[in-house]
């Protein structure tokens, strides 16, 4: 089992940052990828943005392309999402996903089937 462990969410003004961090530790064995998936109140689940593991390779969802960061550190097994220029739609319950390199999954990184572990999720409000 991989367990991950987010944090660094919380209520901010339109306009300003946060830095989420997420932490993957248990039987990571090899990571393959990592992405950020945000849930607001009576939506679906939506792509953030993904980095893969080996060549730091990053994807963004447009709504976010410009404002958003999403970075690693190999050493910690911890992946980031430094937020800027937040807005009001940005407010969500976000999540940190995990790809394992054996997982048999087709790897779309968008897609939540891409990831086979899941954070509980941290809360982001960004009140205007």
């Known amino acids: 089992q991989v367990q991950l462990v987010e944090s660094g969410g919380g209520l901010v003004q339109a306009g300003g940052s946060l830095r989420l961090s997420c932490a993957a530790s248990g039987r990571t064995f090899s990571t393959y990828a990592m992405g950020w998936f945000r849930q607001a109140p009576g939506k679906e689940r939506e792509f953030v943005a993904a980095?893969?593991?080996?060549?730091?390779?990053?994807y963004y969802a447009d709504s976010v392309k410009g404002r958003f960061t999403i970075s690693r550190d190999n050493a910690k097994n911890t992946m980031y999402l430094q937020m800027n220029s937040l807005k009001p739609e940005d407010t969500a319950v976000y999540y940190c996903a995990f790809r394992r390199a054996d997982y048999s999954g087709v790897y779309i990184y968008r897609h939540p089937t891409a990831y086979n572990y899941w954070g509980q999720g941290t809360q982001v409000t960004v009140s205007s």
């Open positions: 980095i893969t593991w080996s060549d730091g390779s990053t």
